[in-house]
C-alpha cells in the first residue's frame, strides 16, 4: 500500500486538466502505469483519486455486500456513483470529466491533497473553507481517534 504526503496546488485549464506537480508525481510512479479511479468524495465536496490497486481491494470489500438487503444496494449505488476511470498522460496532466468538475465545483484553483493511500482532489477556496470550519478542538478528535491505540499497532 502506498502512502503519500504533501499537499499541493494547482490551476484546471478550459478543459478540466490539472498539472501534476512534480513532488506528487514522483510518489505516483509506482503506481502511474495502472491508472486511477476517480470519484466523488462520501463526506465532502471535493474527488477522491484512487490509484488502481486501491481500488480494486476497496471493491473486494464492497462486493461482499448482500445485494439482497436494500441499504446495501443503495449504499454500492450512491457510493459509486459518477465513478470514472481515469489516467494522467504523458505531459503529467489529469483530465477530471465535467461531470466531476461540477460535482467539486472546481474551476481554476486546485488543492490535490494527500489522504493516506488515496489523494482528494478540492477547489482551493472550498478546501479553505472546509479546513477553517473544522470548528471542533483537534487535539480532541485526535485522542479520540488514536488516543486508544498501543504504539505497537500503529508500526
Known amino acids: ?18 498539472m501534476i506537480p512534480v513532488a506528487l508525481k514522483k510518489q505516483l510512479s509506482a503506481v502511474v502505469s495502472k491508472g486511477f479511479v476517480l470519484k466523488r468524495a462520501v463526506f465532502n465536496s471535493c474527488l477522491e483519486l484512487y490509484p488502481m490497486q486501491e481500488w480494486e481491494q476497496l471493491m473486494t470489500k464492497v462486493n461482499k455486500l448482500n445485494r439482497f438487503n436494500k441499504k446495501n444496494i443503495d449504499f454500492i449505488r450512491r457510493f459509486t456513483a459518477g465513478v470514472k476511470i481515469v489516467e494522467v498522460d504523458a505531459s503529467g496532466r489529469l483530465l477530471i470529466p465535467k461531470d466531476l468538475l461540477v460535482h467539486a465545483s472546481i474551476q481554476k484553483e486546485v488543492v490535490v491533497s494527500s489522504a493516506v493511500n488515496i489523494l482528494e482532489i478540492w477547489d482551493k477556496d472550498q ?8 470548528t471542533l478542538d483537534f487535539g480532541a478528535l485526535a485522542e479520540e481517534v488514536m488516543g486508544d491505540q498501543d504504539d505497537n499497532d500503529l508500526s
Open 1 to 18: 500500500m502506498q502512502h503519500f504526503i504533501g499537499t499541493y496546488e494547482c490551476k484546471a485549464d478550459a478543459k478540466g486538466r490539472i
Open 127 to 134: 478546501y479553505e473553507a472546509a479546513i477553517d470550519a473544522a
